[in-house]
């Protein structure tokens, strides 16, 4: 079973807001920017279970990751939540667009972070 969420943000706070929130609950891997993650995502997709994605970040960026995610056709393996602060619309839409299963805007909520990610983790297990 897939138990390992790939928490992906530049920010080492933002990272470990999240993973006090999920510790625990999964096994917790993280990558500090979209080459880092994309470098984990081709040696351990078969054990993610979802990706939590910042959109705003130095080098490769959320929505560039995940339209080499969804070229990729690793999207059909595991949702991909993006988690911003971000107020674009456009950049939002695009997310979407690219194959984002849903977003979290910062700052985040604990209970709001693990029901979005437990639901999302149940429906792609199905």
């Known amino acids: 079973m897939r138990n390992r969420?790939?928490?992906?943000?530049?920010?080492?706070?933002?990272r470990q807001v999240l993973r006090d929130i999920l510790k625990g609950k999964y096994e917790l891997i993280e990558a500090g920017n979209g080459q880092d993650a994309l470098d984990i995502i081709e040696e351990q997709h078969d054990e993610i279970a979802?990706?939590?994605?910042?959109i705003v970040m130095p080098g490769m960026?959320?929505?560039?990751?995940?339209?080499?995610?969804?070229l990729k056709k690793y999207l059909s393996d595991f949702p991909v939540l993006m988690?911003?602060?971000?107020?674009s619309f456009e950049t939002l839409a695009d997310c979407f667009k690219y194959g984002a299963s849903d977003y979290?805007?910062?700052?985040v909520h604990k209970d709001y972070v693990i029901e979005k990610v437990e639901k999302l983790v149940a429906l792609y297990m199905q």
């Open 83 to 87: 988690v911003t602060g971000e107020n």
């Open 61 to 70: 960026d959320g929505v560039t990751l995940l339209k080499t995610l969804n």
């Open 5 to 14: 969420i790939l928490i992906v943000d530049d920010s080492l706070f933002n």
């Open 50 to 54: 979802a990706v939590l994605l910042d």
């Open 104 to 107: 979290i805007r910062k700052p």
